[in-house]
């Protein structure tokens, strides 16, 4: 009698759910997890658009959520009371793959199967909805919008290739407004049902979501009752015929309820005291939050008042997954409005470019919530905001380079390397926290890169200068001539073979009041006895010229060198002009 309309699945979606109910992946109960996380969702959404429309909220102004169990039947029902669906909304979320969890997982999943590694990739992505069929046979969704009228049902089975939608008819399943969601449990599954289960994996994947979450639990108290007492027992007690009223007796029993329980702890982390938190609930809400498997490198928790309000926690991720040249979204930075969740593509906005990999919460007191990109762009407050979060970041950074383990700061640079030298290109402002955190190889070390602290503590007493050379590999770079009279002084040389390095270096053009010098460019002063030089340039004037003869156009000048042991001769780059190794890249590039 309830018409029920059939829909198909897109392409996409047909091919995860096939992945998703044939799975044997073992950590079904991620599930849990990203139906929480939506549900959470769905509630920001609803409070973050009823600051200017508050209207949305009349029909009930709370916002949480309710998980319900029947061990019995293995059904476990998710209840929220946030934005809920329209029909169309429906169609769009629940069909197609639009919403971004999901839709980078089948890249990443298109990725890995492309380079042959396994396709486990289920618990690393959030899957989001569809994950329900991890564990579900049949889940059924009924919602109701603010803006429509009427709630609307969802209907699908594991398998089936379609699903339907009708409209909620039965008068006792009508909800006010959210979404409730039905998992009819697989039969190997329905050991989810538990309350206690359930509670235990709420603690586990959700202890950070900002909503109450409710959990239906059985609960007990004892209570005193009168009882009569046994007239067999009595009559031993007395040992005698006399018949007496039956004696009363107090015995305790146990009352069995049902209630909701709340499950989480709603304050978020960053609005606590940084002296109560400890590194590993950090590590805890960092992976969360973010969807991390691995403990982040560093983190960063700090309030700021006066000026600006406004608090935040920020990390450094142990792993790159974005490219720095990629122009996607990162979605690193979430900011927050007084607790109000606004959005996470404002990263742009709190954090250059170069930092665009570091990951966290910024919770401000002094902006409006109805911010928008625009506002930000233009506020003052947001300038400052961001200025602070970079000296954050810097400083968290820092404090990886000196931690006790070296291995660290090794594995920060090769993720996050190329991000510093371009912030070394890009701003300006911040080239005395930005050089201290550079790392080159170097003459005088084999394999390890050094900083230009290391560099300038191993200069010699008459040493001025920095040098460096730039080549296309390390062996090129070992082995140029340039080095000989430097090795022999025992000047230690950068060698550059990154071709950032050396337009890097050229951006913060000295450290510490040392110069930069480029080893392979003419004119290199080493600070040695002139005069000497000046009778050998004498005496060999004529081979000069007659070599410049020789060579023609191809060189600019023949000169005698003070920089070669025992090679002949060597090629040097013109003072002004650019060195061999930016001739080669700016070839490189117009190619
Ligand atoms: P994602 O959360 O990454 O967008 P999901 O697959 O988890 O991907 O969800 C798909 C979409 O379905 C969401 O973007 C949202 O629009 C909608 N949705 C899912 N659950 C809910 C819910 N409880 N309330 C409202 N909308 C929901
Ligand atoms: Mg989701």
């Not at 002296?275 to 590590?283: I, R």
């Not at 005069?531 to 004498?538: A, D, H, L, T, Y």
Request: aromatic share 10%.
């Amino acid at each position: 009698d309830l018409p029920a309309e059939k829909h198909e699945y897109q392409a996409e979606v047909n091919r995860l759910m096939d992945l998703i109910v044939h799975s044997l992946y073992s950590n079904k109960e991620v599930f849990l997890r990203e139906l929480v996380s939506n549900a959470s969702d769905a509630l920001d959404k609803l409070r973050y658009l009823s600051v200017t429309d508050p209207e949305l909220l009349k029909d009930g102004p709370q916002l949480d959520i309710r998980i319900q169990t029947d061990k019995d039947n293995g059904i476990i029902t998710i209840t929220d009371s946030g934005i809920g669906m329209t029909k169309q909304e429906l169609i769009d979320s629940l069909g197609t793959i639009a919403s971004s969890g999901t839709a980078k997982f089948l890249k990443a999943l298109k990725e890995s199967q492309e380079a042959g590694m396994d396709s486990n990739l289920i618990g690393q992505f959030g899957v989001g909805f569809y994950s329900a069929f991890l564990v579900s046979e049949k889940v059924v969704v009924s919602t109701k919008s603010p803006k429509s009228d009427k709630q609307y049902v969802w209907e699908g089975v594991a398998d089936s290739g379609s699903y339907t939608i009708r409209e909620e008819k039965y008068p006792e399943k009508l909800i006010p407004r959210g979404t409730r969601l039905t998992l009819y449990l697989k039969r190997d599954d329905k050991g989810f049902a538990h309350p206690e289960r359930i509670q235990k994996l709420l603690k586990n994947y959700s202890q950070f979501v900002s909503f109450p979450i409710y959990t239906w639990q059985e609960k007990g108290f004892t209570k005193e009752v009168e009882v009569d007492e046994d007239p067999a027992e009595a009559k031993k007690e007395g040992d005698d015929d006399t018949k007496t009223e039956p004696k009363k007796k107090t015995k305790t029993v146990v009352e069995k309820y049902w209630d909701w329980e709340l499950s989480n702890e709603t304050q978020p982390i960053w609005l606590r005291n940084p002296k109560e938190v400890s590194t590993e609930e950090y590590n805890e809400f960092y992976k969360k939050t973010f969807n991390e498997y691995l403990d982040p490198l560093a983190s960063s928790h700090f309030t700021t008042e006066g000026e600006v309000e406004f608090r935040s926690i920020l990390f450094v991720p142990a792993t790159r997954k974005d490219d720095i040249t990629d122009s996607r979204k990162t979605k690193n930075i979430r900011l927050y409005v007084k607790r109000v969740f606004i959005s996470d593509d404002f990263d742009g906005e709190l954090f250059p470019r170069y930092l665009s990999f570091v990951k966290g919460v910024v919770d401000s007191n002094d902006l409006p919530l109805n911010v928008s990109r625009e506002i930000l762009q233009e506020s003052r407050i947001v300038r400052i905001m961001r200025k602070r979060l970079v000296r954050k970041a810097f400083d968290m950074i820092l404090g990886i380079s000196c931690s006790e383990n070296r291995d660290d700061y090794e594995r920060f640079w090769e993720n996050y390397g190329k991000f510093l030298k371009l912030g070394a290109m890009e701003d300006k402002e911040n080239h005395k926290r930005i050089a201290p955190l550079l790392r080159f190889f170097s003459s005088q070390s084999n394999d390890e890169l050094i900083s230009l602290d290391e560099y300038v503590e191993n200069m010699k007493p008459e040493q001025k200068d920095i040098y460096f050379i730039a080549a296309d590999s390390l062996s090129s770079a070992k082995n140029a001539p340039f080095l000989e009279r430097l090795t022999e002084k025992e000047y230690e040389v950068l060698l550059f073979v990154d071709p950032m390095d050396e337009v890097a270096i050229q951006n913060l053009s000295s450290y510490k009041d040392k110069k930069f010098v480029d080893i392979s460019k003419e004119d290199l002063d080493l600070g040695d006895n002139n005069e000497e030089r000046e009778e050998i340039k004498q005496e060999f004037s004529q081979t000069c010229d007659w070599i410049k003869n020789r060579l023609g156009d191809k060189v600019a000048r023949v000169d005698i060198s003070n920089r070669l042991r025992s090679s002949p001769c060597v090629l040097v780059a013109a003072k002004f002009g650019w060195s061999a190794n930016m001739e080669r890249l700016m070839r490189a590039q117009s190619m």
